[in-house]
């Protein structure tokens, strides 16, 4: 039942490899984990939207592509984001057992061998990248930056995070910035990544009806990478709230409000603290019977949505809401009482009972998805740390009153940000 | 009780009807830690003008299947959400064009958790009070989609193609609507569609299939139910022709978003779930992110990653919808249209068609690794009289000559209906 990983290195990658029979698939994920910084966040970007385009073997798209409904429709993409500080791009790969089908090929070995060209072997004009696709995939990227104010929830999330941590590397967008764009070509963007590939961290993992020996072997055939040791992550610098809370009111032509908040927690996913910290979270409002959800939604209701989410890596919690523009500060003194709230340490040990026992069922569920067990193994590698689902259960159980109160003194708020309508009344 | 085996997936599904007529399906998987559980009722937006089972027809405000749903988790003694995280679960619900679906997830205390599904959507309780409370909260839900341009150009298509047929309707209704819902109204709806006859029960995860059962059965068992009868859904005749061929909004956008599709009439086939998956390959194959056609509009820079295809059947309706952003919504329509008008004439390469049906199948494969599509495409397929667990054996059972019909049939030039968002000129 209990089923772990087993850990190798081959150069500069760390292998994980989880061998279990339970899925119908083989999941592959590779992380690559380097510092957020303004110089390289936008070709940092670029590179695995440029590697997605073609490899050595199939370095037009289309056969690539081919190539990927020829392995049973291998399902393949990309990640962008921040952890802490870093900039991790994670591809993902994910493909059925050869047992469900009648192939010949092991799916397993091809998968690796693609994943791996993928990685280290991309499609080239000569000694740099082909600027079709560098050039296409800018206008791909610029597009995708565009478009987030589409989505005026994401978009007033992204906003408020850069709002707080304008003084940060953390205020960088994973996607990049636009206006360096314009200064990539397919040599600079070459040289970039072939020091991303010497500089980054590199954790490659996979879970399946395998083993780490078959794994390792394909690994040694198909991943050409600079010779080294694997690379190891730095904490996250935590930081305290700014001294006076700062609000930022922003207009656009929406309905509907968008009511953000950003809170600094005083703990990361690496601190000792970080249970008392998601419990904490669960409480104000991970959850429908959380007290945003309760006093924001349902007894007041000013909103459909109204809850808090944690970030662990970073530790900072944000706070998001969708109210009608004129009830913006009825929403934001509600919120601000259910955070002094729990400062007081008002809270009922039923809900402390309720979200504890929410948290460990969401970690008990990490077990049946392949993917969410290989992201929570690499949190430990981000953070230095190493728990297993079991002793962060434990964790989550021995979580008392006295340590969310005191925890709770920690979480400052930073920013408020509301993105309005254009109208002056209201 | 009745095993259903399905070799080829390693899988086997538990089935009873009981003697009040619900449906209840158990598919165990052995080893996972979690349980998914759904409970199902043939009522969703689309049913708005109905008989009940001795009764006399009526016709329901927009949006009220979805305002049931908001309303059945109100319990006298309190809120059902913090009565399932009381014993570690996660509640939710959705509706959708023909159905409601309630659910959780847990990993311990699954027998109440099971009885906790069973009662609350056995058990209405709506006052004049609560009723009123939660219109605030629907119009905040509202009022958030109406800021969301993918939704608004998905739903003005369906509203440009559809006369009559109420699958035009948006699933949480208008604020007007909204505003004229009654108690009274809701318990009309519930007394018609929640019947046991009406509905699936349907549980995955690491159960025993005999006891969970056995615990269905003995808390279906101290309940009574007033006889069952046939419910009357009354539909007006759907003209073929679509409402608007053109429709157009304004939203602030960073790029055009455009979705175009074709309505067919739902009446010619008999064998649904067969169109439906001949439906989707012949979409597939002709625009997929391998087609080369994808290729070619990606490289004049027409569409962006997002560009999708998808195919919707269900009672009464049947379209396709086609599209994503686009610099150029009247050149991707005319590209796309006219290439569909060719594959119609020419048909589609065998390679093409077995590679696509290839794919197909893997992402099938994929799918079964997941209790909650699991769950939700049984229910969905079965309601058509299909089987989720034999579409495996469908999808190979296709012919090419099947798909050239298909697209003969779908692409007829007189039945396109076009849904556009962009940004004012302000």
């Known amino acids: ?426 | 009780m009745s095993a259903k085996p399905y070799p080829k997936l390693q899988e086997t599904l538990w089935h009873e009807k009981l003697d009040n007529g619900l449906e209840v399906f158990i598919l165990p998987k052995p080893g996972f830690t979690k349980t998914y559980a759904t409970f199902t009722t043939r009522f969703g937006s689309i049913d708005n003008h109905f008989t009940p089972p001795g009764g006399e027809t009526i016709r329901v405000p927009d949006g009220i299947a979805h305002f049931l749903e908001h309303k059945m988790f109100e319990e006298p003694d309190g809120d059902i959400f913090s009565k399932f995280a009381s014993q570690g679960a996660s509640a939710n619900a959705y509706t959708s064009f023909d159905r409601t679906v309630y659910l959780f997830t847990a990993t311990d205390e699954i027998e109440a958790n099971l009885d906790t599904l069973l009662h609350f959507v056995q058990n209405p309780y709506f006052t004049d009070e609560n009723v009123e409370k939660e219109k605030g909260i629907i119009v905040q839900e509202i009022d958030m989609y109406r800021d969301n341009p993918d939704w608004r150009v998905y739903f003005g298509l369906i509203e440009a193609m559809y006369q009559t047929h109420p699958v035009h309707i948006d699933i949480a209704g208008t604020a007007e609507s909204v505003r004229s819902i009654t108690k009274e109204m809701l318990y009309d709806c519930y007394n018609t569609f929640y019947h046991p006859s009406n509905m699936t029960f349907f549980v995955v995860g690491g159960v025993d299939p005999q006891e969970t059962m056995e615990r269905i059965k003995r808390n279906q068992a101290n309940k009574t139910f007033p006889p069952s009868g046939e419910i009357k859904r009354l539909f007006e005749n759907e003209p073929e022709k679509v409402k608007d061929e053109k429709r157009e909004l304004q939203l602030p956008v960073s790029l055009p978003k455009c979705l175009f599709g074709f309505k067919e009439d739902p009446d010619e086939h008999k064998d649904d779930v067969r169109k439906e998956l001949a439906s989707k390959i012949m979409l597939e194959a002709l625009l997929g992110s391998s087609s080369a056609l994808y290729q070619q509009l990606y490289d004049d820079n027409l569409i962006s990653d997002g560009f999708g295809q998808e195919y919707n059947t269900g009672p009464g309706y049947a379209f396709s919808i086609i599209g994503g952003e686009t610099r150029d919504p009247d050149e991707l329509v005319t590209q796309v249209s006219e290439a569909l008008y060719e594959a119609a004439k020419n048909g589609i390469s065998s390679d093409i068609f077995e590679r696509t049906r290839r794919k197909k199948i893997g992402a099938f494969l994929r799918m079964m690794n997941s209790p909650e599509s699991i769950a939700s495409e049984f229910t969905r397929y079965r309601h058509k009289g299909g089987d989720l667990f034999t579409l495996v054996e469908v999808y190979e059972s296709l012919t090419l000559e099947e798909i050239n019909e298909r697209v003969k049939e779908h692409a007829n030039p007189d039945r396109r209906a076009i849904s556009i968002v962009r940004s004012g000129t302000a």
């Open chain 1, 1 to 426: 039942m209990s089923e772990q990983f087993q850990r190798g290195v081959w150069g500069r990658l760390r292998l994980h490899v989880l061998p279990t029979k339970r899925f119908k698939t083989f999941a592959l994920s590779l992380f690559a984990g380097v510092p957020l910084s303004e110089d390289r966040v936008t070709p940092v970007a670029l590179t695995p939207f440029v590697l997605r385009r073609g490899t050595r073997s199939y370095p037009e798209t289309i056969s690539f592509r081919e190539r990927l409904d020829d392995l049973y429709g291998a399902g393949f993409g990309f990640d962008l984001y921040k952890r802490g500080d870093h900039q991790i791009v994670q591809f993902r790969l994910d493909i059925i057992n050869d047992r469900f089908v009648s192939v010949t090929e092991s799916l397993l070995g091809e998968a690796l061998t693609f994943l791996g060209e993928v990685l280290t072997a991309p499609a080239l004009d000569g000694d740099q990248f082909r600027s079709k696709y560098v050039e296409a995939e800018k206008t791909t990227i610029s597009k995708r930056i565009d478009a987030i104010i589409n989505d005026k929830i994401r978009y007033a999330a992204e906003r408020c995070v850069e709002e707080m941590c304008k003084d940060e590397p953390y205020r960088l967008p994973a996607l990049g910035r636009k206006d360096q764009l314009a200064t990539i070509s397919a040599d600079t963007l070459y040289e970039a990544y072939r020091k991303w590939l010497e500089e980054a961290s590199f954790d490659l993992y996979v879970s399946g009806d395998t083993s780490l020996e078959e794994v390792q072997a394909l690994v040694e055939k198909s991943f050409n990478l600079p010779g080294g040791r694997p690379s190891t992550y730095t904490k996250p610098n935590l930081r305290g709230a700014r001294s006076e809370v700062q609000t930022i009111v922003e207009k656009l032509d929406v309905g509907q409000g968008k009511l953000n908040m950003g809170l600094r927690a005083g703990a990361t996913y690496g601190s000792e603290q970080y249970a008392a910290l998601l419990v904490y979270n669960g409480l104000l409002g991970g959850f429908p019977h959380s007290k945003l959800f309760i006093n924001v939604r349902e007894k007041a209701s000013l909103a459909y949505y109204a809850s808090s989410r944690l970030d662990g890596h970073k530790g900072i919690l944000t706070l998001q809401s969708g109210v009608e523009i004129a009830n913006y500060e009825r929403a934001v003194k509600i919120i601000r009482e259910q955070i002094e709230a729990m400062k007081a340490g008002d809270f009922a040990m039923e809900d402390l009972q309720r979200t504890q026992a929410m948290i460990i069922g969401q970690l008990r569920e990490i077990q049946d998805s392949a993917f969410e067990r290989i992201s929570f193994d690499f949190s430990n590698v981000l953070s230095g740390v190493e728990r297993t689902g079991e002793s962060f259960i434990a964790e989550i159980q021995a979580v008392t009153p006295e340590r969310i109160t005191a925890v709770a003194q920690g979480v400052e708020l930073d920013t408020i940000y509301f993105l309005r309508n254009r109208k002056e009344e209201g």
